[in-house]
């Protein structure tokens, strides 16, 4: 199936868990926040494209997806039932990312940094929704290279690859370290599951800021990873 674009993709920022993840208490700074969110808004451009693929094969540490081989066990786990899954890419443009280059005050930076990350999350989410809407699927779950240690960066190569001309559909480039460009990027496979999956669960590392689940050991081991 060819490349399906979104463009544009609605992206709602909501203030107080902004706030809560920059650890801004109650009634500071808020006006400045509301200005700089509605300054990105008015300069981002959230899109994102995505492919309907379908499992040919696995192994025992690998899976190919229509033609493209994934090196994951993790990955190979998830999609031991699972015969359609969705690569993707998404992106809120560079505007904010402008917008953080011109600015000469830091902590202004580290909030426009913040309301890029939440901005391409939320556009994700809406992408994710739109799967679960448009395909009848009740749960999805979502991984990206990079992650894990167990699914590396250099998958990224493999996955854009699947995709076709991600450059031509969103304007979203691999650099040579194989990190996204625009930087407020992401990319992954959403893929239907019973139990909601977080690639945070199976990552040890405590001090990540953007945690979303709690590291479980127990499913860590059941992994191996």
């Not at 379908?54 to 081989?69: F, K, L």
């Not at 009848?136 to 854009?160: H, I, N, V, Y």
Request: with cysteine.
């Amino acid at each position: 199936m060819s490349m399906e674009i979104m463009n544009p993709i609605p992206v709602q920022i909501d203030l107080r868990s902004l706030k809560k993840s920059a650890h801004i208490p109650e009634g500071e700074e808020e006006r400045r926040i509301v200005a700089l969110i509605e300054a990105g808004h008015s300069v981002m451009a959230a899109k994102a494209v995505y492919k309907v693929s379908y499992i040919e094969s696995r192994a025992e540490e690998s899976v190919v997806i229509d033609g493209v081989r994934f090196r994951s066990k993790v990955l190979r786990k998830h999609f031991d039932k699972v015969e359609r899954v969705f690569p993707y890419v998404v992106t809120i443009g560079t505007g904010v990312d402008e917008l953080e280059k011109t600015s000469g005050d830091a902590l202004e930076k580290y909030y426009l940094d913040l309301i890029g990350n939440a901005a391409v999350v939320s556009a994700r989410e809406h992408l994710k929704k739109r799967l679960g809407s448009r395909y009848a699927l009740q749960s999805l779950s979502t991984m990206g290279p990079g992650q894990l240690k167990d699914w590396p960066l250099e998958e990224q190569r493999p996955l854009f690859g699947l995709l076709g001309d991600v450059e031509k559909a969103v304007g979203v480039t691999l650099s040579d370290s194989l990190l996204m460009i625009p930087r407020k990027s992401l990319s992954g496979i959403y893929f239907p599951t019973e139990i909601p999956f977080m690639a945070c669960q199976l990552c040890p590392k405590e001090s990540c800021p953007s945690r979303k689940a709690r590291y479980d050991e127990k499913l860590a081991r059941e992994y191996d990873a």
